[in-house]
């Protein structure tokens, strides 16, 4: 198993990932500052080679937002880059589920675990 290493990153050098398919209301961005004022920046940003992001999109804006000059960031370049994909769409899916009350499928997301292979 691979020992993940938190690291402090300018928010402002991170790179938003082109193939995230979930956007950000402003509403929802500012809801993560009131959060992260209120106890601080306590879940790392999930990045890749190049700082591209995996999963905290919406907190690293928020982060912007707030003019923070380092957050915590965790790298997970020790997966293959279809293991980076299925972490970040499982992630999107997991807010889906926890959204839905936990029962209901997100579109697509049985098809999507048959056929993914998640081997290196």
Do not use: C
């Amino acid at each position: 198993m691979t020992t993940l290493k938190i690291t402090p990153h300018d928010p402002t050098t991170l790179v938003p990932n082109p193939r995230n398919s979930r956007l950000h209301t402003d509403d929802q961005i500012d809801k993560l500052v009131e959060s992260i004022k209120a106890v601080g920046f306590n879940k790392p940003v999930v990045i890749g080679r190049d700082k591209v992001i995996y999963a905290g999109h919406g907190a690293t804006l928020a982060a912007i937002k707030l003019g923070l000059k380092s957050i915590p960031t965790v790298s997970i370049d020790h997966l293959s880059e279809t293991q980076k994909r299925g972490f970040m769409i499982a992630d999107i899916l997991a807010l889906v589920h926890s959204r839905r009350g936990g029962g209901v499928k997100a579109p697509q997301s049985d098809d999507f675990w048959r056929t993914m292979n998640f081997s290196a």
